[in-house]
């Protein structure tokens, strides 16, 4: 790795976070006090070392960098550019991941297997992807371009891109015939427009809703026939 190209990329990954999150001020804050950042730098090296045959030290690196940042990148996984994880406290993500580009990660979030299968054993992430809190995505599938996976959702089967998933098991709750529609803007990026979280989908409150839509007819329906007799 040349000297001028980690410059560059460090330059990029601190322009991804002010961009993304409001709470950044400065660069020197960021860099001091953003440990997405600090575990994004360590796992580049990791990898570099990886891809050259090394076992043990990639693995020490990645091992270190969880003590110090609760960030856990397996040296393996493959990560595209402008990431963002953002707290980063419990983020997981295994040896065959595979992550896009301008792709936003929050605390909590696992992309890991579902066994003790070999070879490609963990998700492939599209471009655009925004990950709740919490959000669990598990095994060799492949979430597409341009997917919102709600907070806590646990997501086993492929998703198709420009499409919202959330709930446990993730269900595909909102289908946008293009990137951008229906998406409310939280930040200015011109690589990837993120959406509020509290604006996401509940399909429990939804079906809870239907329910007591239901009740509502029913008793309805009930009472309109005990007055008829």
């Known amino acids: 790795m040349k000297v001028i190209e980690v410059l560059g990329q460090l330059k990029q990954d601190i322009n991804v976070i002010i961009e993304r999150d409001p709470a950044a001020k400065t660069i020197l804050e960021v860099i001091l006090c953003y440990p997405g950042l600090h575990a994004l730098i360590a796992h580049r090296i990791a990898h570099y070392l990886y891809k050259k045959k090394l076992v043990l030290l990639p693995r020490l690196i990645s091992q270190i960098t969880r003590f110090f940042t609760g960030i856990e990148i397996h040296p393996g996984a493959k990560i595209g550019q402008g990431l963002f994880i953002d707290h980063g406290m419990g983020v997981v993500i295994g040896e065959t991941a595979v992550v896009g580009d301008n792709v936003t990660i929050y605390q909590g979030v696992t992309l890991g297997g579902t066994g003790k299968e070999k070879g490609k054993r963990h998700p492939t992430i599209g471009n655009n992807v925004f ?69 996401m989908p509940d399909p429990v409150q939804e079906a809870i809703q239907e329910l007591l839509r239901r009740i509502e007819e029913l008793e309805s329906k009930l009472e309109k026939k005990e007055n008829e007799i």
């Open 131 to 199: 990950m709740g809190s919490g959000a669990k995505v598990l095994g060799s599938i492949k979430i597409g371009d341009n997917v919102k996976i709600g907070a806590g959702s646990v997501v086993t089967k492929p998703v198709p891109s420009n499409t919202t998933v959330v709930g446990v098991p993730g269900k595909v709750v909102v289908r946008r015939s293009s990137p951008l529609d229906d998406m409310p803007v939280v930040t200015k990026s011109v690589c990837n427009k993120e959406i509020r979280v509290e604006e």
